[in-house]
């Protein structure tokens, strides 16, 4: 479970990310979730494009180079949609819809993930 904030203001994008780095993890991603409730995602490792085919629900997504510097966004991604494919990616941030603009995320911001703190 990973933590995410944005360099540059640190504000928390999530702080439930979960990590889908196997075949089947990243295979299945989100599919068959109900939803994304505030503060959770999912980072696929590595991933430079993602579908949203069986999904209900639109998500955003950020896709992350290897340094966690922003190399594209998709806002509110629909259900049936898939993203373009973005060539500088290592990874695929998904959060709940609106997320990124609530947070003005931008191509070019740095965001960090960290494992989560468990209490």
């Known amino acids: 479970m990973l933590a995410v904030h944005a360099a540059g203001t640190g504000a928390a994008l999530g702080d439930r990310v979960r990590v889908a780095d196997g075949w089947w993890s990243r295979f299945r991603g989100l599919l068959g979730t109900a939803g994304l409730a505030e503060g959770e995602g999912l980072l696929i490792d590595p991933c430079r494009a993602v579908h949203m085919f069986g999904m209900k629900y639109p998500i955003d997504v950020a896709f992350l180079d290897r340094e966690g510097r922003v190399v594209g ?40 993930l960290s494992p989560r703190e468990m209490s």
């Open 73 to 112: 966004l998709c806002h509110r991604l629909a259900p049936g949609a898939r993203s373009p494919y973005v060539r500088a990616a290592r990874s695929a941030l998904e959060l709940p819809a609106g997320t990124l603009a609530m947070h003005a995320i931008t191509e070019g911001d740095t965001l960090t």
